[in-house]
T-cell receptor, first 114, second 115 residues
Framework: GENVEQHPSTLSVQEGDSAVIKCTYS??????FPWYKQELGKRPQLIID?????GEKKDQRIAVTLNKTAKHFSLHITETQPEDSAVYFC?????????????FGKGTLLTVNP | DAGITQSPRHKVTETGTPVTLRCHQT?????MYWYRQDPGHGLRLIHY???????DKGEVSDGYSVSRSKTEDFLLTLESATSSQTSVYFC??????????????FGPGTRLTVL
């Protein structure tokens, strides 16, 4: 089955700096890669996603890049703010056959220091 | 937040007792999922459903069963709870497994403690 590795497990940055979280996946048939943000005590919420026919996608201060050849994708947050502090999860989905399950990475705890 | 509720939100039980968690949605989404979240493990899929009475196993299904008799309800049952099943359980829904409607919306979670 699919295996998703996420790094780093913790990341601390100063307010205004950029943050980058990286994920690799094992199944070359995976074609959908969402990123979720989970604030302390809250539910995970989708912040951005990318499909395998696209190399990069941006939404204001966040962007995701995908390298299908290397089987890795990254989340970039620019001009970080204290409210960006949360756990971020990457995920990958293999749509082969009837298998539409998401496999998640183990998460990155991002702390933005004022 | 999408119309997803989970009950109970918190539960403490003893080893060996049966436990049922309920996920209820008002979005009429076809797909429903149960995940468990543990420190250092992220979100792991337990079971999922792709329609009424249609379910399949996820990566950590041992010790769990599910049922879906109505579109809006997806039940997760621990037949005989063990301490290793202490976790936070999230239900999620999606309209479709692929395409633009593939986003999974998560419920508020249930914190289960097995003593």
């Amino acid at each position: 089955g699919e295996n998703v590795e996420q790094h780093p497990s913790t990341l601390s940055v100063q307010e205004g700096d950029s943050a980058v979280i990286k994920c690799t996946y094992s199944d070359s048939a995976s074609n959908y890669f969402p990123w979720y943000k989970q604030e302390l005590g809250k539910r995970p919420q989708l912040i951005i996603d990318i499909r395998s026919n696209v190399g990069e996608k941006k939404d204001q201060r966040i962007a995701v890049t995908l390298n299908k050849t290397a089987k890795h994708f990254s989340l970039h947050i620019t001009e970080t703010q204290p409210e960006d502090s949360a756990v971020y999860f990457c995920a990958a989905r293999n749509s082969g056959g009837s298998n539409y399950k998401l496999t998640f990475g183990k998460g990155t705890l991002l702390t933005v220091n004022p | 937040d999408a119309g997803i509720t989970q009950s109970p939100r918190h539960k403490v039980t003893e080893t060996g007792t049966p436990v049922t968690l309920r996920c209820h949605q008002t979005e009429n989404h076809r797909y429903m999922y149960w995940y468990r979240q543990d420190p250092g493990h992220g979100l792991r899929l337990i079971h999922y459903s792709y329609g009424v009475k249609d379910t399949d196993k996820g990566e950590v299904s041992d010790g769990y069963s599910v049922s879906r008799s109505k579109t809006e309800d997806f039940l997760l049952t621990l037949e005989s709870a063990t301490s290793s099943q202490t976790s936070v359980y999230f239900c999620a829904i999606s309209e479709s497994p692929s395409g633009r409607a593939a986003e999974q919306f998560f419920g508020p979670g249930t914190r289960l403690t097995v003593l």
